[in-house]
């Protein structure tokens, strides 16, 4: 007996490996997906500018690390005791300017190497809405709680928004034609847009990616996983939600992660998976007794698997 419909996932053409190079950037819930490669210790980078919502913002981002357009003082702005950037979230902010531009600049170098570099990139693709600049006309990645009336909302078209994906992925294939390109739309619900305006921004953006993803050269290097998809038909119950009833959580999270890594890492990397999960479980792991020789026999031998690890794969740390 079946209690709820399963999504159809295509297995992955270009799957994931601990040979990857991963470059994840998007929503709150690309950070998820990228704790889960975090945990299995694959090689990824994740939001080097924080989380980004709206696909023009993601565009911007990496049009300036591709064309190493860097940072001067004319992209900044003093507020509230601090330096900011429209184009990059508030985690980044800083009160000493100099110091600002600097760590601005050290990461669009860095993100430079970073997507040069990768076998994969996934989008997480948060919403439609955005919010433009009054001053510079300009779509704003996060507004640093400047008083709203200096930004005007709008809603992206199916069409604005399939051309920036284009865009992106016109200008990551500059420096990298080899890189595959993973699309998702975050389940996270945007409900302080308004019920009907959450689910308009994100038929938007799925209408655009499927538009993007079903008009490919043959080569298909794009792909599309249904995160959203998921959340809405499988785990269609506020129980698969946290307490704010927006973000999916824990056990949402690990429902997804688990079609992911089935659909998209290489089933070759699974047994490296377990074993890493099994450090990462030790590591965690407190005994009522640090002292006793049991303890010690354990922490000997979870050092003797850590080692054997890194000795296969260098770049692993814990």
């Not at 928004?161 to 200008?171: A, P, W």
Request: net charge neutral.
């Amino acid at each position: 007996m079946q209690f709820f419909t399963t999504v159809p996932i295509a297995i992955s053409t270009s799957p994931i490996s601990y040979q990857s190079r991963i470059v994840s950037l998007g929503s709150c819930f690309a950070e998820n997906i990228a704790d889960k490669l975090h945990f299995y210790q694959f090689q990824n980078t994740v939001n080097p500018f924080g989380i980004i919502f709206n696909p023009i913002s993601i565009e911007k981002i990496i049009r300036r690390a591709i064309h190493k357009d860097f940072f001067s003082e004319k992209d900044i702005f003093f507020h509230n005791e601090s330096w900011h950037s429209f184009e990059v979230h508030s985690a980044l902010s800083h009160p000493e300017k100099d110091f600002f531009l600097k760590k601005l600049n050290i990461r669009v170098r860095d993100f430079f190497h970073d997507i040069s570099t990768a076998t994969h990139l996934t989008l997480t693709l948060g919403t439609s809405w955005v919010y433009k600049s009054n001053a510079s006309r300009e779509i704003v990645a996060n507004c640093h709680k400047v008083p709203q009336k200096e930004f005007s909302k709008q809603l992206l078209s199916v069409a604005e928004i399939n051309q920036s994906l284009i865009n992106i992925v016109n200008l990551v294939r500059e420096i990298n034609s080899d890189c595959h390109f993973i699309f998702t739309i975050s389940p996270v619900r945007h409900i302080k847009d308004g019920f009907v305006e959450n689910q308009i921004s994100k038929s938007n953006l799925i209408s655009a990616v499927y538009n993007l993803v079903q008009n490919q050269l043959p080569e298909s290097t794009l792909s599309y996983f249904p995160s959203y998809e998921i959340m809405m038909d499988e785990l269609r119950d506020y129980r698969f939600y946290s307490e704010d009833l927006l973000h999916p959580n824990t056990t949402a999270i690990d429902y997804i992660w688990s079609k992911f890594s089935a659909t998209t890492v290489e089933k070759t990397s699974y047994s490296t998976m377990n074993d890493v999960e099994t450090i990462q479980k030790g590591l965690q792991h407190r005994s009522f007794n640090a002292a006793s020789i049991s303890h010690q026999k354990f922490l000997k031998n979870l050092d003797e698997k850590i080692e054997k690890m890194q000795s296969k794969h260098p770049f692993m740390k814990f």
